[in-house]
Antibody, heavy 125, light 110 residues
Framework: QVQLIQSASELKKPGASVKVSCQAS????????VNWVRQAPGQGPEWMGR????????TYAQGFIGRFVFSLDTSTSTAYLEINNLKAEDTALYFC??????????????????WGTGTTVTVSS | QSVLTQSPSASGTPGQRVTISCSGS????????VFWYQQVTGTAPKVLIY???QRPSGVPDRFSGSKSGTSASLAISGLRSEDEADYFC???????????FGGGTKLTVL
């Protein structure tokens, strides 16, 4: 069964750092990129970016450049999201998601087909 | 503010048909596939529709997707109590070079 298991909820103070893990189960992490999505309370999802799992090449969406870092540990099939200098507005539910590539003779596209269990990060003094 | 626009809420009685809309622009919905996700509060989103109108195996045929111009729709027929959840749309945005999402529609089964 394909799953992405994320780490437990975190409560942090402003200015601290947090590292969220996302472990792949039932498939090889190396074969699919990992996307990260933030969902603030009462808001729709927001794409943070992605990391390729063959080269470990990250792409950050606007608004997530600087304090956010994507990384991998392929030996444990785990992707990581690190947020530095936490702010109150970082309080949200964070998801990792597998990126599926569908390739056909006349068409190809990507989409997020399997999502992680989610990790709530709360930033409060 | 989400890039794709959805009504915040929708409702229906068991057996009814409801439609949830997703409005975008030429750089996203108008030129790329639309994907729909179902999310029970606090849990992982699940793919309901991919490639605008395709259902993954295991998703009942009560769920269907369509698109016209820069607007997409998710229709749910034969509404059931277990359909009560949040639904959001997603599409690639060529101008932003990234994924954009709708704000989500909370479906209540009365």
């Amino acid at each position: 069964q394909v799953q992405l298991i994320q780490s437990a909820s975190e409560l942090k103070k402003p200015g601290a750092s947090v590292k969220v893990s996302c472990q792949a189960s039932g498939y090889s992490l190396r074969n699919y990129a990992v996307n990260w999505v933030r969902q603030a309370p009462g808001q729709g999802p927001e794409w943070m970016g992605r990391i390729t799992t063959n080269a470990g090449d990250p792409t950050y969406a606007q608004g997530f450049i600087g304090r956010f870092v994507f990384s991998l540990d392929t030996s444990t099939s785990t992707a990581y999201l690190e947020i530095n200098n936490l702010k109150a507005e970082d309080t949200a539910l964070y998801f990792c998601a597998r990126e599926m590539l569908v390739s056909a003779p006349s068409d190809y596209y990507y989409y997020m087909d399997v999502w992680g269990t989610g990790t709530t990060v709360t930033v409060s003094s | 503010q989400s890039v794709l626009t959805q009504s915040p809420s929708a409702s229906g009685t068991p057996g009814q048909r409801v439609t949830i809309s997703c409005s975008g622009s030429s750089s996203n919905v108008g030129s790329h596939y639309v994907f729909w996700y179902q999310q029970v509060t606090g849990t992982a989103p699940k793919v309901l529709i991919y490639r605008t109108d395709q259902r993954p195996s295991g998703v009942p045929d009560r769920f269907s997707g369509s698109k016209s111009g820069t607007s997409a729709s998710l229709a749910i027929s034969g509404l059931r109590s277990e359909d009560e959840a949040d639904y959001f749309c997603a599409a690639w945005d060529a101008s932003l070079s990234g994924w954009v999402f709708g704000g989500g529609t909370k479906l209540t089964v009365l």
